[in-house]
């Protein structure tokens, strides 16, 4: 049996990913390092994966306190890992990347995944560090409003398994 299912890879995905891998195999002080960081990651998607070229600003308000972010998208990631990274500030960070398609194969009670990136679509991940109450987010286009939203995290906190915890939430922006 084969199903296909179109996914888009965010950054909340990979961190929940990380202790699956690393417990098993236990952590040494080199995979412990950097450690885990609480977080409201939020992926900012449309209806078709599209992100139309353009000159991007993102304005965001965490608790009060003002970020501003802009940055060009030319259609193409800046990057050979095809991700492009915006680094608002120490607090504030954007990742553009393309939206991946898995196809998930059975056999037996055994499942197999080949994934691969789709041409032309892509996904936003904000990571804001910290563990703001109130968010608010408008982003623009060109000088033009592409959309404005607030959020109210609903944080949970998850075991490092290096250690500690960490508190975090994800949550989607569905733009037109």
């Not at 353009?54 to 990057?79: F, N």
Request: include cysteine; charge should be negative.
């Amino acid at each position: 049996m084969v199903r296909r299912k179109t996914w888009a890879r965010s950054t909340a995905a990979l961190l929940a990913a990380l202790p699956v891998i690393a417990a098993p195999a236990g952590c040494s002080d080199s995979d412990c390092q950097d450690g885990c960081e609480d977080a409201f990651v939020l992926t900012v998607k449309t209806k078709d994966n599209t992100l139309p070229t353009g000159e991007y600003t993102l304005d965001v308000s965490l608790d009060g306190d003002e970020i501003h972010c802009a940055y060009s998208w030319t259609g193409e990631p800046d990057t050979s890992d095809g991700y492009s990274y915006v680094d608002c500030n120490w607090r504030v960070l954007i990742v553009v990347h393309p939206t991946i398609e898995c196809t998930e194969t059975m056999e037996g009670s055994s499942a197999g995944y080949t994934c691969n990136q789709v041409p032309g679509l892509f996904t936003r991940v904000v990571t804001i560090k910290g563990t703001p109450r109130h968010v608010d987010v408008t982003e623009r286009r060109d000088g033009v409003l592409v959309g404005e939203r607030s959020f109210t995290p609903q944080y949970e906190t998850h075991d490092d398994p290096c250690g500690g915890s960490c508190t975090g939430d994800g949550q989607e922006w569905l733009l037109e």
